[in-house]
């Protein structure tokens, strides 16, 4: 073999090493939810006369009055996993009103994933707040901006869990990322089964404008849409403090460990661009930063 060919042996060697390493080191974008009826992963918990269905059951409408709200829950409960599901929000004159889309546990020292949408005045921007409850303790809210109009179409918000990392995902774009940081004495959900929760409610004590903006029950009903009721997780009992299956999912593998380079400069958009409160930063609360904010790259 020549000195060339031996070059150009060794050069397609040493590339295809580091593709390899690259692809095991780096993270990878969700796989694609499956879109499925309500009636497959969901049941109604309350005011069951306030959720409409069409087309089947694969798309439902949530209505909040000035007698109710409404909401649903999942049949089963899950240890990890990838849930998302599309929604559109209350259009018009939503203040007061919240949109939630959330996981939790079912104990005292629960453990919560939250998407919370809040109102708005007519022709002010929806508000999307995420919390992580661990251990029964929040206090982590973020608050963005959105980048479109969530009331003129659907949107997807999916959650990806594992026993590394939760991140927040709208149209799979990362918004926020909450990393296992045990070794730092922050306490991370791995233990406790959720339930995924969906509701529609009236919070003008606090949702809109820290509750100076109340709802304007004038222009009741108040409805959001939803569809694709995707749910790819480990099923659990309440009882279970592993998942059985657990290393076997697409979402448990080495990949899904932390976001890669692109994600990560996605997410940096979204902080530079559209957030409007970080708990990280916030120093009349936190004088001391938590923990966890620099591992998660909030600051």
């Known amino acids: 073999m020549g000195p060339k060919r031996s070059r150009a042996v060794w050069t397609y060697v040493y590339v295809t090493i580091v593709i390899y390493l690259m692809g095991s080191a780096i993270g990878a974008p969700p796989k694609k939810p499956v879109p499925v009826p309500f009636g497959k992963n969901y049941m109604p918990t309350w005011a069951f006369d306030h959720i409409k269905y069409f087309n089947g059951g694969s798309d439902i409408q949530l209505t909040l009055d000035k007698y109710t709200g409404t909401g649903f829950q999942s049949k089963g409960s899950y240890l990890f996993g990838h849930f998302s599901m599309q929604i559109k929000m209350v259009p018009g004159d939503s203040a007061g009103t919240v949109t939630a889309f959330y996981l939790a546990s079912q104990n005292s020292e629960h453990d919560e994933i939250d998407f919370e949408f809040l109102g708005n005045r007519t022709g002010q921007p929806y508000i999307l707040q995420t919390n992580v409850f661990t251990g029964g303790q929040g206090n982590r809210e973020q608050r963005i901006y959105l980048w479109f109009d969530p009331t003129k179409a659907f949107h997807s918000y999916s959650v990806l869990w594992n026993l590394h990392q939760i991140v927040f995902f709208v149209d799979d774009i990362p918004i926020r990322v909450f990393k296992n940081s045990k070794h730092l004495g922050v306490r991370f959900p791995f233990n406790k089964p959720m339930k995924i929760y969906s509701s529609l409610w009236n919070a003008d004590d606090w949702a809109t404008r820290g509750g100076l903006e109340k709802t304007d029950w004038t222009k009741a009903p108040f409805v959001a849409g939803y569809k694709d009721f995707h749910i790819d997780g480990c099923q659990a009992s309440v009882n279970a403090k592993f998942c059985a299956t657990r290393g076997k999912h697409w979402w448990d593998q080495k990949q899904f460990r932390d976001l890669d380079a692109y994600q990560w400069r996605r ?22 930063m938590p923990r966890e904010c620099k591992i998660d790259r909030d600051v």
């Open 267 to 288: 997410l940096r958009w979204v902080r530079r661009k559209f957030t409007i409160y970080n708990y990280c930063t916030d120093r009349n609360r936190f004088p001391i």
